[in-house]
């Protein structure tokens, strides 16, 4: 078994900061990446930021130059910094991860329950 819990989010006022935190634990023999998703009310669920173990990082281009991910490979920790926070970001945040629970399987992606982030004033 694999967990993949999240802390951080809550309200914020436009312009602000808020940085999410994301632990994957468990059975794991390796994270092949890590990252976060977002669904607002009445959308699909959408990448926002994605980093493999070859430290390449994907943005979503709606949070390029506001947001920063980052990752500690060895703790299997992923967090997201989201500063100049607009009303747009309003979502549940997924955490992610891409895990190997044995060498020469198939990764599987682990879901966290999601945190909100509302921006609001």
């Known amino acids: 078994q694999v967990q993949v819990v999240e802390s951080g989010g809550g309200l914020v006022q436009p312009g602000g900061s808020l940085r999410l935190s994301c632990t994957a634990s468990g059975s794991i023999f390796s994270v092949v990446a890590m990252g976060w998703y977002r669904q607002a009310p009445g959308k699909q669920r959408e990448l926002v930021a994605l980093i493999t173990n070859h430290g390449t990082t994907t943005y979503a281009d709606s949070v390029k130059g506001r947001f920063t991910a980052s990752r500690d490979i060895p703790k299997n920790t992923v967090s997201l910094q989201m500063n100049s926070l607009k009303p747009d970001d309003t979502a549940v945040y997924y955490c992610?991860?891409?895990?190997?629970?044995?060498?020469?399987?198939?990764?599987?992606?682990?879901w966290g329950q999601g945190t909100q982030v509302t921006v609001s004033s």
């Open positions: 992610t991860a891409e895990v190997l629970t044995a060498p020469r399987t198939v990764p599987y992606d682990y």
